[in-house]
C-alpha cells in the first residue's frame, strides 16, 4: 500500500529565505506526482506536476525534483514571501495500487515573516 | 470556466441527521472525485465518476453514505444519520482525464461539516 511522507510537518521562516520542503513515498511504481497549496479552510490548488519520466518542473520561483528510485521529491521555493503561507502537499497515483485516485501526505504547513 | 463549486461551504447538523452536499465540476471533465480532509491530514479519497458511472469506492464510504451523478454533470454526497466522527472538510474535485494521464486534478474551496 503507497504511503506518502512530508517533512518537516511545519515550517517557519523569514522573509526571503530559501526553503526545501520534503515528500517521500514508499511504492515507486507511480505514474506521476503532484504539489498542491491549500490555504486555510479553503480547497487545493495545483501547483506543479511532474511526469513519472520527469526530474523536475518549474513554475516562477518553485521547483520541484523527481527521484523515482528513490521515492523522493522535493519542492523547492526562492526568496520566500508572506504570501506562500500555506500547506503545500504532495499527492501519487500508483501503477500497482488498486485504485485510480491521488493519495495524498499530510503536508508541510510554511509560516513565512515579514 | 468558474472552476469547481461547492455547495454549502460550512454545515453544522445535529447528530442523527441526514445532510447532502453538492459539487459542480468544471464543464468539460468527466471525472469527478470526492475527499474527505480532517484537521492536520491530508486529503482522503472516498469516492469517483467517471461521467455518471460510479467507479469507485473507497472503504471510507460507509453505507450511510451515497453519491450520485446523475447525466454526468453536477454530483451530490449524502450523508445519512450523521455521526460526530463525519465531521471534515469534504472536497470535490475534476479532472478532464485520468490524472494518471497527467491531468492535473481541479479542486473545489470544500464543505465543512460539523456534526454536534
Known amino acids: 500500500k503507497q504511503e506518502v511522507t512530508q517533512i518537516p510537518a511545519a515550517l517557519s521562516v523569514p522573509e526571503g529565505e530559501n526553503l526545501v520542503l520534503n515528500c517521500s513515498f514508499t511504492d515507486s511504481a507511480i505514474y506521476n506526482l503532484q504539489w498542491f497549496r491549500q490555504d486555510p479552510g479553503k480547497g487545493l490548488t495545483s501547483l506543479l506536476l511532474i511526469q513519472s519520466s520527469q526530474r523536475e518542473q518549474t513554475s516562477g520561483r518553485l521547483n520541484a525534483s523527481l527521484d523515482k528510485s528513490s521515492g523522493r521529491s522535493t519542492l523547492y521555493i526562492a526568496a520566500s514571501q508572506p504570501g506562500d503561507s500555506a500547506t503545500y502537499l504532495c499527492?501519487?497515483?500508483?501503477?500497482?495500487?488498486?485504485?485510480?485516485?491521488?493519495?495524498f501526505g499530510k503536508g508541510t504547513t510554511l509560516s513565512v515573516s515579514s | 470556466d468558474t472552476g469547481v463549486s461547492q455547495d454549502p461551504r460550512h454545515k453544522i447538523t445535529k447528530r442523527g441527521q441526514n445532510v447532502t452536499f453538492r459539487c459542480d465540476p468544471i464543464s468539460e471533465h468527466n471525472r469527478l472525485y470526492w475527499y474527505r480532509q480532517t484537521l492536520g491530514q491530508g486529503p482522503e479519497f472516498l469516492t469517483y465518476f467517471q461521467n455518471e458511472a460510479q467507479l469507485e469506492k473507497s472503504r471510507l464510504l460507509s453505507d450511510r453514505f451515497s453519491a450520485e451523478r446523475p447525466k454526468g454533470s453536477f454530483s451530490t454526497l449524502e450523508i445519512q444519520r450523521t455521526e460526530q466522527g463525519d465531521s471534515a472538510m469534504y472536497l470535490c474535485?475534476?479532472?478532464?482525464?485520468?490524472?494518471?494521464?497527467?491531468?492535473?486534478?481541479?479542486f473545489g474551496s470544500g464543505t465543512q461539516l460539523s456534526v454536534l
Open positions: 474535485a475534476s479532472s478532464l482525464t485520468w490524472p494518471g494521464d497527467n491531468e492535473k486534478l481541479f
Open positions: 499527492a501519487v497515483i500508483t501503477a500497482n495500487q488498486a485504485g485510480t485516485a491521488l493519495i
